[in-house]
């Protein structure tokens, strides 16, 4: 999924509230979805485990997958840009409505359908501060060499989320366009944090073993 972020609204500063069940971790699948976005996908019958609401939602939301946008290069990342920031990368937390019971249905013809968290990447120097960030970006050259390739696995998502659990957490709230994996205007709605999430060079340049980063201007 990519978003086309254009209008915003910033009157209602409600908190987001997500709940998590964090005894045991979520199943699902690593993979490369639509011009090699690394995504986790969430199995069905984890789905309800992670829920969402608060800010201008008025029901609640199941986690359907994550993933990261990776800018490989400067000039990619301005064609991306949000209110003028520029970002090596982002990573999007993509909701469902429940009563839709699958993001599959909820992406087809549902205006209330879809919410995404946005979180801007930064990079730091500090690569001990996320292990979940750690291991997906070791597996990012494994799935690049073929765009079937799958990995099985489970993960603690306690760890991307755990910058919304500040009732604090700042935010801008939009009405995005999707373009990817079909069209739809002011189809989602988008809650951009405010706070940035970290990660290192290391796992960054992990991240750039994707095979559409063949140029990289960054300087890490």
Sequence with gaps: MHLDVKRVNTESQAPLQIKTDTETGLSGYFFNFHDHKPTFKIDSKDQARV??????????????????H???????????????????????????RDKYQSYSTAVHGFQDGLAVISFYLEVGEDESNNHLIAKFSSLVDYISHDENRKMSTTVSVKQLTAL??????????????????VQCKECVDVFVMKERFTISVKQMTEFRKAPHCVENDWAF
């Design 51 to 68: 829920s969402l609401t608060g800010g201008m939602l008025n029901a609640t939301y199941m986690m359907d997958q994550f993933h990261f």
């Design 70 to 96: 990776v800018y490989c290069t400067r000039a990619e990342a301005e064609e991306n840009t949000l209110d003028g920031t520029q970002v090596p990368g982002e990573l999007h937390l993509v909701f469902f």
């Design 164 to 181: 919304l659990e500040n009732k604090h957490a700042q935010y801008d709230a939009y009405r995005g366009n999707l373009v990817e994996p």
